[in-house]
């Protein structure tokens, strides 16, 4: 009998049933609003300094790389709470950990409207990234936990169309509400709901199923080492971090900038891209949460999907850099690849036991979030080089700031690549339960 179907017939702790039947419909879709509201907020946090950045830049006359690293604070606490995070989703479930997070995130969300220094909005950045830091990695652990691993891939993509929902919240919505309240007042606002969001999961969410004889902490060290040593993780690593985070780092701070200097458009009508780029995103959430099982039933699996999504991206950005006239298109376009990147999870699961699915997310989340804050804070550290010592103007040196990137996403597709007949089969390890 080969492991596979070792899993397939392995029975199914009556405990885990009692809890998918409480979920089950119409409980889930109760599950699934709160985890959703929460995932949602986290987007609007990472993508809003994109649409008020030129507010901020005004107020702080900063220079483009205070301004990246002040917009990556966010990042850098995001990665820094991953593998502690993902050790208490392990071992307390999501309904405990989350509402606490979102508590620190809707405490920084107060601090960043009261702030008038950049070391008082960076610090503030900082509580939002780590509160949010569950937003996703908390949903995918409940899947994990009470769902078939063949319905991971469409729970999963579910779940990014609230995300998707927050980034197009954080476009033109928020640029048409900056008239008639200020970032100040869109902050307090977002706080508000936050606090609303962490008192749903609590309140609502049953607890994940937990084992009497759950591993400990030196146990659970020992699963993260695990985690960190896999050749699975390092072969997925190199292009989540550079695409998925040079994506996150473009939609949630440069792609304005971009737009404005360079495409020479207005902050509405740059907002207005965003917005048709958000879109792109939520389509590919839905397609991916309606379509990827069949497609997985016949033969077009997750390892398919993610480097096609992904190649379409880096395509996408060679033409944004390229400039070429058809600007809606190829945002949309660049939006819709991106949309892959919550493949990545499951794609990376199939190589780990469910007692470590955790783990495994907030590993590979650590590494695309730390490659989000590099990518972030390293273009503006290029843009003000580029303007110091090749002596152009601030939209000459984002298309070089841009360009770069570029070469470093083709560079990690090509390792990605490079790796596919060693590591994209289902790897063994995902039939033990057993922690590490």
Known sequence: MTPQRTLLAEPVPASQVELRQRVSSPGFLRLYLCFAAAYLLSYVYRNVNAVISPD?????????????FLTSAYFVAFAAMQIPAGMLLDRYGPRRVEPVLLVVA???????????????????????????????????????AWYPAERHASLSGWMM???????????????????????????VVLAAATFAAGAAIFLWVPDTPHSPDAA?????????????????????????????????????????????????????????????????????????????????????ATRHLYAGGFGLNIVALALIALRV?????????????????????????????????????????????????????????????????LEIDRGAAIQVAFLLVLVVNVLAYGWFVFGWRRHSVVATAAVGETDA
């Open 325 to 389: 006239p058809w600007t809606y298109a190829v945002w949309a376009v660049y939006g819709l690849g991106a949309a892959v990147n919550v493949l990545g999870f499951t794609l990376l699961g199939q190589g780990f036991p469910r007692a470590l699915a955790a783990r495994a997310n907030t590993a590979f989340n650590l590494l695309m979030f730390s490659g989000s804050f590099a990518m972030q804070w390293g273009i503006g550290l290029v843009v003000d080089a580029a303007r110091s010592r």
């Open 56 to 68: 901020l830049t005004a107020m702080l006359g900063m220079s483009a790389s205070s301004l990246g």
């Open 216 to 300: 400990g902490w030196n146990a659970q060290w020992r699963g993260v080492r695990s985690v960190l040593g896999s050749k699975r993780l390092w072969w997925m690593a190199p292009l989540g971090s550079s695409t998925i985070g040079s994506f996150m780092a473009i939609q949630g701070l440069w792609s304005v900038p971009w737009l404005m200097e360079v495409n020479g458009y207005t902050r509405d009508l740059a907002a207005a891209h965003l917005l048709v780029m958000g879109l792109a995103v939520v389509g590919g959430y839905l397609a991916i949460g309606m379509f990827a099982t069949r497609l997985a039933r016949r033969g077009i």
């Open 161 to 187: 169309v609230a995300g998707g929902a927050g980034a197009l919240l954080s476009t033109a919505p928020v640029a048409a509400a900056l008239p008639f309240i200020s970032w100040r007042g869109i902050f």
């Open 106 to 144: 809707g405490c920084g969300a107060l601090a960043f409207a009261a702030s008038d220094t950049v070391s008082g909005l960076t610090f503030a950045r900082a509580l939002i990234g780590a509160g949010a830091a569950v937003g996703l990695m908390a949903p995918l652990k409940a899947i994990a």
